[in-house]
């Protein structure tokens, strides 16, 4: 079946440095492909997103490309600010004709020290 | 649109008692999805509805967990005879369609339930 595997964190970083969170996937069929983030106490957000191979989705200075070859979908940032610490979800949701339910990986949570 | 909300934030019951969670999607969007989420895990998918029609459960809806979306709009999540493996971020999505679900759910903030 479909599934997501990110890894595992927690990451820590400092101001300004560069961000990947790496993520690759499960999938039969086209996917699409997200990168969710969850703030303290809150719902999950939609941050960017990939429906086709090469898409490369971008939000917020956050870019990840996908990558059908590799099966991968890596979140990166060029210079991160205390205020993106959070949990970043990796997702897909499958093909038009499947069930397409979101799948979620566990999350990597990622904190940024001034 | 105040987008997807969800009532309570909260909600601390004790081992036995039955809890009922709301959801309002975003007024034009027919599919509406629960998920719950442990911590430091991502979302399981439990549920979702296109509509009032429910048109598939996880296997981790156990039978004392039932959804209902009564006239298409807002939906409820009913657990009853509550364990504390139930406690959880219960939360719920919408979309406005097969298509649109392709471009991502919009969440609410979820039902924090503690089981004591």
């Known amino acids: 079946g479909n599934s997501v595997t990110q890894m595992e964190g927690p990451v820590t970083l400092s101001e300004e440095a560069f961000l990947t969170i790496n993520c690759t996937y499960t999938a039969t069929g086209y996917p699409s492909l997200f990168w969710y983030v969850q703030y303290p106490g809150e719902g999950l957000q939609l941050l960017l997103k990939?429906?086709?191979?090469?898409d490369k989705g971008s939000n917020k200075g956050f870019e990840a490309t996908y990558r059908k070859e590799t099966t991968s979908f890596h979140l990166e940032k060029g210079s991160v600010q205390v205020s993106d610490s959070a949990v970043y979800f990796c997702a897909l949701s499958g093909a038009f004709w499947d069930n397409n339910d979101m799948r979620f990986g566990a999350g990597t949570r990622l904190t940024v020290k001034p | 649109d105040t987008g997807v909300s969800q009532d309570p934030r909260h909600k601390i019951t004790k081992r036995g008692q039955n809890v009922t969670f709301r959801c309002d999607p975003i007024?034009?969007?027919?599919?509406l999805y629960w998920y719950r989420q442990t911590l430091g895990q991502g979302p399981e998918f439990l549920t979702y509805?296109?509509?009032?029609?429910?048109?598939?459960k996880s296997r981790l809806l156990s039978d004392r967990f039932s959804a209902e979306r009564p006239k298409g709009s807002f939906s409820t999540l009913e657990i009853q005879r509550t364990e504390q493996g139930d406690s959880a971020m219960y939360l719920c999505?919408?979309?406005?369609?097969?298509?649109?679900?392709?471009?991502?759910?919009?969440f609410g903030s979820g039902t924090r339930l503690t089981v004591v």
């Open positions: 999505a919408s979309s406005l369609g097969r298509t649109d679900a392709n471009y991502g759910y919009t």
């Open positions: 509805f296109q509509n009032e029609a429910q048109l598939e």
């Open positions: 007024s034009e969007h027919n599919r």
């Open positions: 990939a429906t086709k191979a090469d």
